[in-house]
């Protein structure tokens, strides 16, 4: 599929689902559309992910199936600054793709527009109606699972689970993602938001991702939120016990100590955070935190070196920055016996 | 408000709803609708609630405002048995008020007939639309905030709540019970039933619960789920970081040892148990969990004695059965100085 991603005034660095699409998908990326950097080109900014022009808007991409909103700010409005870009993109007879909690199939004119002009608009956020309480099941699946925590928002567990699927798979496991937000299903095209089911359904919800991916070998959920987030440790614990994983890679920024946007808490000492999430974990899976991953864009290489030193000595396992480092030794960390004897 | 309450062949064991609205609402119960006990009294089985006669269905109900559904099978389905009391509830001119997930509002026979008869249908479980994500502010109230916790569902988080209030009432306290589940709800008249909303705003619901009721002297916040239990943490964790609470009240049914529903899991050791609550609420709101409530229904004075002494012995504060027993030292062990300094 030929996309452009709207990322107005955020990419590269705010726009976790742009890069990420970018990085993992299999689509044909033709344009990233940021008015802030009309002119200049993906590879500028990130040269290790597939290559695209940045455009001022959708009227300057080249001819593309679909438009995908790839930028979600908090709360997950829709910012009517994006409106020209996609009803310019409907007119082109392109689908569009978002995530945000705003859904376009609410938008009267967006709707009406897609009708005119026979296109689909997809909010991959819209959990399905037929979910149900989880039974606690997810355990007996054939696959290892591991999934990604963190100790907050935004500390790289959509690309750990990408970047552990991507190395597995190197090695000829049959190693599989299970997304859990808006950015993961862009990438996969399948998963459920689970930050958008109901609280009551939301353990159920990852428990069926889970029973659906089953039959591979390993199984990497991508985590969200954190287990004592003053506003999204609800969706943390719905995956801890529904996913019912058997490992947990605890995913933190180098430097951030205290909790993204809500800065009056404090993000606890890393060991004992990693400890929380064991004990959450214990009566229900018995998962481990077994590996780390520390994002040190911010520092130098030596600078970078020493926090990875110091994570890991918190953490006492293997821990690594995925985007900079090897993750070999994180995989091979998180993966049984049986499984790291194919190598 | 005079009511008539539906709880057929679940009446009183299993009709929490309905027991809680008898026990602690100001509504005037005319009858309870059990097609098993039709022609019993309230009192034959509870003599501690307001009488009511029990009855076959609504057709010999006397004259009432409201139908309430005091009964609610796991799921949250509507039982089609239930559905001629409903039509005859709604042709003599009462509400019908449910706290299903099975909305009434969707059910075209009953909106069509509520249209005709000029009454309402109310599903208290259906939440607000403006929900937003928590602020993490819900700390900030004047009130001093109490949130009842426990090792399973349906161990007497609401039923706490409400003996909690009545007593520091009793004292002259002004306390109000912060509704979180459809019982609550119908028994106080206001309230969101946090385990319908979705997720990402599952603390900002509290939080907004909270901060509403903020002006009391010490709010009981009714809690649901439990924090480690396979289907439901999520809830709980929303309460316990979106209520921000400065205490926590740890509620059990003494003989329990395994999850309820899900009879694969083991209920952990209870000082245990109780301190994963405060791990959870340290980095937040620094709760610690003060005094705790045992059900010993099933057991006789001497075995209750010897579950209270193991409980309260096991939690390390005081505990109390709050339904047999006094419950002045709980409220004592969660009030501050100041406000147990009134009596």
Known sequence: MRVAILAHEKFPGDAKTA???????????????????????????????????????MADAPACDALLIGIAPIGGGFEESWRPDVRVAIERGCDVIAGLHALLTDDEEFVELAADHDVELHDVREPPDDLTVAAGTAGDVDAHVVLTVG????????????ELRDAARERGLDAAVVPTGQTGIMITGWGIAIDRVISDFAAGATERLVE??????????EGQGAIAHPAYSGVTAALLHGGQPDSLVCCHVAGRDRVGGYEAFEIPDHGWYASLYES????????TVDAGLLNTRTLNRSEANTALDAYGSKLGVPVTDPVRDEIGPVLDAVLPENLRERN
Chains 1, 2 share one sequence.
Do not use: N, W
């Not at 100790?151 to 990408?162: A, E, I, Q, R």
């Open 280 to 287: 959450m974990a214990d009566p229900i899976s018995g998962a």
């Open 151 to 162: 100790t907050d928002c935004s500390t790289g567990k959509m690309t750990g689970v990408f």
């Open 212 to 221: 659906q991916a089953g039959d591979h070998d390993v199984l990497f959920v």
């Open 19 to 57: 890069v990420g699409v970018l990085r993992y998908s299999d689509h044909d990326v033709v344009a990233v559309l940021d008015r802030s950097r009309a002119g200049e080109r993906v590879q500028d900014h990130l040269p290790d992910v597939q290559d695209a022009p940045i455009v001022e808007g």
